[in-house]
């Protein structure tokens, strides 16, 4: 089993340690790729206009700014780095050590400055959505697909992936559809249903919690997904085509 995961908005800083080693880093095939986009970035960052170039607020610019250092900023592991809704849901912190040990192997992390990287990765909090385009790299997700289609294909080979993430960082790589279940999330009042964007987040985060801890072997197929899902949730799967992935559709009651 594979989860994929956006990255969070926020991200938390590492206080003191050592700065990326990116050697160290899964798929150092992308390496040549990361250091592109860094440079690309910390020269946006650089900029009179950052703030606007990078699509961000006012309150951002410590952020912004930090992305002109990203060399020497102290690295955490991603699972540290990243926070907000999904990953509190997801609760790595709270874990046992085994528990950690199968998340740190089965969760993939899409970044628009990493490209890809994995849930114990050591990276720098750092600013960058994959909707952002940077000079002489163009719109990220654009960048990265071709990156991500070769070496991601590899790693996702006879598993079945479970895709938490956002349509936006969707874009930067589209596993196999018969192998691939993404997960939306519904409310439901009198019969009618709305898509939900932070309770989205929070449930996907409470998903991928759930398929790290629960006992017995990860889930292989769709079908064995969805039964897992239905432990807690009201859950229907759309069976996908040639073309397009499967979907487990979570229905929480509003």
């Given at each position: 089993m594979l989860i994929l995961l956006p990255p969070s908005e926020g991200k938390t800083p590492a206080v003191k340690g050592s700065a990326v080693d990116w050697e160290s880093l899964n798929f150092p095939e992308l390496n040549p790729c990361r250091a592109k986009v860094l440079e690309s970035l910390g020269t946006v960052s650089a900029h009179q206009d950052a703030l606007a170039l990078l699509g961000v607020g006012a309150s951002?610019?410590?952020d912004v700014e930090r992305n002109t250092r990203l060399h020497a900023e102290p690295a955490a592991p991603a699972h540290q780095v990243y926070s907000g809704v999904l990953y509190d849901a997801l609760g790595f912190k709270s874990m046992t050590p085994t528990q950690r040990r199968k998340a740190v192997d089965s969760v993939l992390?899409?970044?628009a400055l990493w490209g890809a990287i994995g849930f114990g990765d050591h990276v720098p909090a750092y600013r960058l959505s994959m909707g952002t385009a940077?000079?002489?790299v163009g719109r990220l997700a654009s960048f990265w697909k071709p990156h991500l289609n070769a070496a991601l294909a590899r790693r996702a080979e006879g598993e079945l992936v479970v895709d938490c993430r956002s349509s936006t960082y969707a874009a930067a790589w589209a596993p196999p559809p018969a192998q691939t279940v993404n997960v939306n999330v519904f409310t439901e009042a009198r019969g009618k249903r709305t898509v939900?964007?932070?309770?989205a987040k929070h449930?996907?985060?409470?998903?991928?919690?759930?398929l790290l801890?629960?006992?017995?072997?990860a889930p292989a197929t769709p079908d064995q997904l969805a039964k897992a899902a239905r432990e807690i949730?009201?859950?229907e799967l759309e069976i996908g085509t040639a073309r397009k992935p499967h979907a487990l559709n979570i229905i929480l009651s509003s």
């Open positions: 951002l610019r410590d992390v899409i970044s940077l000079p002489d939900v964007s932070h309770f449930t996907r985060g409470e998903l991928a919690r759930h801890t629960r006992r017995g072997k949730w009201t859950a």
